[in-house]
């Protein structure tokens, strides 16, 4: 349990934001309607009774606000005003309202893996919506639409019980929400697409009038450019998604593929045969390699395929050196539990870096690559990558969407984990090594990269519109404009409203 160090101060501050909530907060009859374009008015004027917080309800002398106030990656520690952990949508509204009211900052959590803790924030309030965890799937049309709560386990687990999926990451515990709304990449990208492709629709919570909020449906024929601006700007940009519409595809069983290889020797030839195969195989074919310092693991699903047909299109690969091969078959949903690690088995702390890339590495990247892994700071430093290339993810969906690397060839990733989960300041001592590993290995590879995952947000890069959103965000900026023209949903790389 971690040492709250400022508690006396923030009681103090608590004590205030609560005797300020006294009245529920409720969306009044004849409040300001959208804009002639489909908007909310930003000029009206309309006022709202006075706010009370709902939901469940954790202040800083709460006895359970140390563990509500902590994220997965514990590098990053702050101390909310108050978390308002939302049990329907309405608890939202209350919360969005409240923090406009009384001039708080705010900050949208679903999964708690915002991978820079910009989810949290000190002296704010946290909307957490992690507790909306409804599940709704009409197998017939082959729709579903669950609740914002969910993270990626608790979706594949559900939908693979009707042998259904959609795209989501590889860790389970990341909420599902906050992948979609970035764009959502996993071994079904090439199958599948993105995970924002699947997002038909949408509820969200949005700032409504000078001091309110409001729930607005959204899809295809409703608010079509904020379904397209949530089809991968990010989480906590415009408004907070309570509820996710997919179109989800049938899946009845997966090939799973585990090859591990003993020391970097191969490394070079792993990589340049792996770039050269795997974007461009059979698109039913997901692959991921992760180096470490003392072994190459490479992952592979089949989606309804056999073993046979996985090692068959594995083979250049597979063939390289004397790896050691597992295979497993099953349904989507029991092969994701499998390889799950528990959360309390990772290190505590966390660092990465995200890029695209839309051409091969050259042999001095790979070497690059090489020299970086064999210097690593600890066992769990690794450089991962994941095929992109000719797949499902190269086709925009219907209505478009805002997430622009369709062309990238793969997707990159230094990072590297250290200290022990639960213990205050553990790994102090690596922190700054790790640090500085990833800043030198990310820009030695800067000359080979085309972009980057807003998911996985680079910290300090001076050009991240661009290298998240490509050409798309001046548009974003003028949906921002829109449903959110005060600028209410902000953190260190949010997406600013439009000026003109």
Known sequence: MRDLRRREVLKATAAVGAGAAVFPGIVAAGAPG???????????????????????IVRPQDPGYANASLGWDELFVRYPLVIVFAQNTQDVVNALTWARQNDVALRVRSGRHSLEGWSNVDNGIVIDVSELKSTHIDYASRIARVGAGLNQLEAVTALGEHDLAVTTGTE???GLSGATLGGGLGFLTRYLGMACDSLIGAEIVVAWGTNGAKAIEVDLHNHEDLLWALRGAGNG????????TYRVTPLRSVAYLQATWDGLGDLEEIFETWQRVAPFTDYRLGTQVEIHKSEILLFAVLADGPEAEARELLEPILSIGNPEVTVQTGGWGEIYTGFQIPTEDEPANWKFFSQFSNRPFPKKAISVVRAFMEEAPTDDSNFFLQAFGRGAQAHEPRGGSAFPHRDALFYSEPGTGWGTRGEPDSGEALTPIAQTWIAEFSQALRPYVDGAYVNVPNIGMAEWESAYWGSNFYRLRKVKAKYDPHNVFQYEQSIPPATC
């Open 172 to 174: 389970g515990s990341v």
């Open 237 to 244: 940009n415009f408004g907070i998604v309570t509820s996710l």
């Open 34 to 56: 959208f804009a002639a374009d489909g908007g909310p008015g930003p000029s009206s004027t309309a006022e709202y009774p006075p706010a009370e917080l709902t939901g469940r």
